[in-house]
């Protein structure tokens, strides 16, 4: 190989690796891997064998390998609770119920970080998981205060009234309290920190509208239908009765 031709591979390397100062995203890496391969195989021995390796490249790798776990996690951890709220609470439709009350933080959330162009970074990977834990217990206290509220004969409206009397303070306060302190991490200099920071707080302060507001309600309409049904089989059962 002539000077020539190695001065020419190291210009168009050089060029990559100005283009490569911030990480790039899968498809761009692979085709800054496609280029500096091609640029190898026109100008190298064919016994020479070229690898595309340095910092840029591991970085890259490494938001790769971070979406797809961030992608695996939320599934597996949607599946747990589908199998676990479920046991817990001795009804599918109370267990459903708390599935999607913490499902929606978790959609906002992801959907403003596309909105806004956040791409998923070692910091920002673990919103689901840090979000989820620290807001699911108040979506399970509310709901099995309820639960054993109805069991002792309280109608389903005094049921939800009587959780948020008890309850109501305790979980707007628990929320306040941890949303600011993610809050603080919001200001940092560090994008990746102030990116976590805020993206948390948004998930626990929408959790707690979820928890406060919608999650009563939707406790109020599935008592009313379960009511309605058993009135309706107990007429029924009537009906038989007088027929026999």
Known sequence: MTEDE???????????????????????????????????????????????????????????????????????????????????????ILGAIGVFINSVPMLITFGLMGLLNIKINIATALVGGVAVGSTMDSTIFFINRVRLARAEGMTVVEAVDHALLTIGDGIIMTSVILAGGFACLATSSFLPTSNFGGLVTLSILVALYMDILVNPILLRLVGSAEACAAGRQLDSSALRKGAQ
């Open 6 to 92: 190695l001065e020419l591979l190291g210009e168009r390397a050089a060029t990559d690796a100005r283009r490569a100062v911030c990480p790039p995203l899968e498809k761009e890496l692979a085709s800054l891997k496609e280029r500096v391969y091609a640029a190898g195989r026109s100008t190298l021995p064919a016994d020479v064998t070229l690898k595309v390796t340095g910092t840029t490249v591991q970085w890259a790798n490494m938001d790769r390998e971070v979406s797809h776990t961030q992608m695996s996690s939320m599934y597996i951890l949607s599946a747990v609770f589908l199998v676990l709220l479920p046991i817990i609470f001795k009804s599918w």
